[in-house]
């Protein structure tokens, strides 16, 4: 396989000066993309819009200073943009809101780009070649239609996944609760990871544009901090971008089981030795000391142990469970909506966990608003030395 390009730019912060600046170098480094930009060309920019209640400071979606800039490079170049996503949420009316809180309305009508809401537009049953988990998978229909497909994902840790990268962002190209069955039928890491990669590779974008400005770090994706990085990261290859990402903050691209997965189905480079980096030099951009999920170092029992052991430890020990904060509860209801298994209920005015039917799929921790929810292991990660 050919090495893949990787631009590294600088993005001090969210001026329009300073993202144009980023958005012009870190594409145009890029070799081939001249040809994806032309007048008439339609372009869907598909953000991570995880949440309809956190505001762009939070660093829970990607910034809709990001999603302008990115939408005025097309725009600039004759390109009709549009703009869509499904947010994390069940709730009726939840990816609406999160298009308005995160700003990417406004975004929209800056740059002359028209937003599409994924869970009330059209969508398209596709066939998964190879697929390990979906045979097929329901797709906005306008991703397919577009000519051209960005993706452009947040910097940020995840629980389950460890990295929230261009990989992960296209399963909000799976419109509203489609994806709740996703869940269902994927209710390991492993298997989840593999579905992940089942989605990607049915709405495989043509370029990647990550925000890196300022990341996410900690209990990702929705209840960790803020970290500032600095960098905008860009590239033809989504899943070699994610392994450039992942080493930032400190992981080796073989950590990241949608990266691992994604390569070895060939849908792109996941090693860095196969990946050539443009701009910044990624030992110059290194985040050495850039807090990891504290339910995460467990995850990756599959590339250690064989899978019959691993299934036992981890359905024995090892899996991660919610832990309700009461205090930060404000019985919204939304974690109970948004559980794909039922796991989660009110008793006596307070959000309960039936341990039995929860799958550990952190949907109720993506979908809370006030980072009420934490998942801790159960201590597998005290047996077996990960990371």
């Known amino acids: 396989m050919n090495k893949s390009v990787v631009s590294i730019t600088c993005c001090p912060d969210y001026k329009r000066d300073a993202v144009r600046q980023a958005v012009e170098k870190a594409i145009g480094v890029l070799p081939g993309t001249d040809a994806l930009f032309s007048t008439g060309t339609t372009v ?134 489609h994806k709740k069955e996703i869940h269902i039928r994927a209710p390991k890491p492993a298997k989840l990871s593999e579905a992940v990669v089942d989605v990607f590779s049915a709405a495989r974008p043509h370029l990647a544009v990550m925000d890196a400005t300022v990341a996410m770090e900690g209990n990702g994706p929705a209840g960790g901090r803020p970290r500032e990085v600095g960098l905008m990261l860009s590239s033809c290859d989504p899943v070699a971008l994610d392994a450039v990402a992942g080493a930032i903050i400190g992981y080796r691209p073989d950590q990241i089981a949608t990266t691992t997965f994604a390569a070895a189905r060939g849908l792109g480079n996941g090693q860095l030795k196969n990946i050539q980096v443009r701009g910044l030099p990624l030992e110059r951009v290194r985040v050495t000391d850039f807090r990891r999920p504290s339910a995460g170092r467990r995850k990756l029992l599959w590339h250690i142990v064989p899978s019959s052991l691993s299934r036992y430890l981890i359905g024995n020990f090892g899996n991660s469970h919610p832990v309700i904060l009461h205090e930060r509860c404000t019985r919204c209801r939304e974690c109970i909506v948004n559980c794909p298994a039922g796991a989660l209920e009110m008793q006596e005015g307070r959000v309960s966990f039936r341990s039995k039917r929860c799958i550990g799929c952190y949907c109720c921790s993506e979908a809370c608003p006030r980072a009420a929810i934490e998942f801790r292991s159960r201590g597998l990660s005290r047996i077996v030395p990960f990371g």
Do not use: M, W
Request: glycine share 10%; proline share 5%.
């Open 44 to 177: 869907l920019l598909k953000p991570n819009l995880l949440s309809a209640s956190q505001p762009p400071e939070n660093a829970v979606n990607t910034h809709h200073a990001i999603i302008r800039g990115v939408a005025d490079y097309c725009i600039k170049r004759g390109c009709r943009v549009l703009i869509g996503d499904s947010c994390g949420s069940l709730s009726p009316g939840s990816t609406r809101r999160a298009l308005e809180v995160s700003q990417a309305v406004e975004a929209a009508g800056e740059s002359g780009a028209d937003i599409v809401n994924f869970d009330t537009a059209p969508f398209r049953k596709v066939a998964v070649a190879g697929g390990k988990v979906l045979e097929e998978v329901n797709i906005a229909g306008a991703v397919l239609d577009a000519d051209v497909v960005i993706t452009l994902p947040k910097l940020k840790t995840h629980g389950l996944t460890l990295l929230t990268g261009a990989v992960k962002n296209q399963f909000g190209t799976v419109p509203g609760r």
